[in-house]
């Protein structure tokens, strides 16, 4: 049988056209694909678990949009939802009856949350509880973590000293280092490293992803989450669990219901808004009353809240019961054990970790337990996999650092011929 390829003539135009009017022919960079060594693939739009691309090829996709697609492409609730909506108006910068919905649900399923602010992207949510933490605790220094991402915040875009060093270092060309000189970076899952932060700093806030998923899926160590609780509160610092991507995904109450973990302050994004612009930062009454206009910490947006987001966010959430919760579970498992074989059986050393919706393919022995870890895999097998499985018919996440999104519509069917192209890819990079 002849090695498949992909007939991509029409993206390569688009992307050469791109090229002259967009910079680096995208709005955000892993869109680009030039982690796997490709050029990017333009959709032309998508349906349930696939989507298809301006040359007419499928894909089982497992990017679905990086999060927000938990019901897949054009789920027709969720269309149906916004489709009203939008014959009303679309945007009054008034408050709309939508938006105390949406709020009351997102409090219904996480127990950390009384009160919710909404915003338009997950960079603005979590930017803006930092200062609400700063104004809290009247205090600066923020500790993150190292590979964990809240949006391109200029303080959080910080990268680890080195040696002893532990304040951050600017990430990008244009952050000063003064807004990452109130940063402190610790190792994923480096208990010591914690508790020597912890001491050593004065701190407004410790944030964290409570199942990383920018480094790939670095999952906490047993007993870790727990210990950001007891070092936060031993410090005096807000607890900040940035839920972007864990919120309403690994639990219905996010990854804080799955731990038992309660933090100060919850971010979260991507599935709020069921595909459309929305995030929010959230959490108990005393702190949130301290924004703007029932505080005195100001914090504002023209779209915030916007009725054809909070349309889609809430009917995604309201097909979100516990039945969906344990499908997606059950989908992620059968997804993670598949790979595992496949790898196995083609003599690949791969790592893969899983949570309920999540999984990344590490290609390496493992564990991994930090960015380092995950760093030290091997990118260009990764990679060639990647162009493989594009190949055969399946859209993986371009990048070893980011994770497989399955959704609740990816159902056993879709999930075997996933493992069928998998497997070939990994016998193609033999
Ligand atoms: C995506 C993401 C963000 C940023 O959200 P945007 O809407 O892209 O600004 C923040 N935190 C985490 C954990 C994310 O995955």
Redesign the pocket.
Known sequence: MPEPTLNDARSAALYAEALRVLPGGVN?PVRAMRSIGRDPIFVAGGEGPEIVDVDGNRYLDYVCS??PLIHGHAHPVVLDAVREAAARGTSFGAPTAGEVELAEEVAARIPSVEMVRMT???????MSALRLARAATGRETILKFSG?????VDGLLAEAGSGLATQGIPASPGVPAAATAATVIVGWNDAEALRAATERHELAAIVA?PY???MGLVPPAPGFLELLRERADANGALLIF?????GFRVARGGAQQLSGVTPDLT?L??VIGGGL?A?AYAGPRALMERVAPAGDVYQAGTLSGNPLAVAAGLATLRLLDDDAYARLAATTERLASGLRAAAADAGRAVHVTAATGLLTVFFGAGPVRDYADAAACDRDAHAAWCRELLARGVYPPPSQFEAWFPSLVHDDDAIDRTIEAAAAAFAAIA
């Open positions: 955000s990086w999060g338009s992207s997950g960079t603005e949510a979590s964990a991402y809240h949006g391109h992803e990383p998923a920018n940035d839920e972007v991507i864990s971010v994004g991507k612009p995030a």
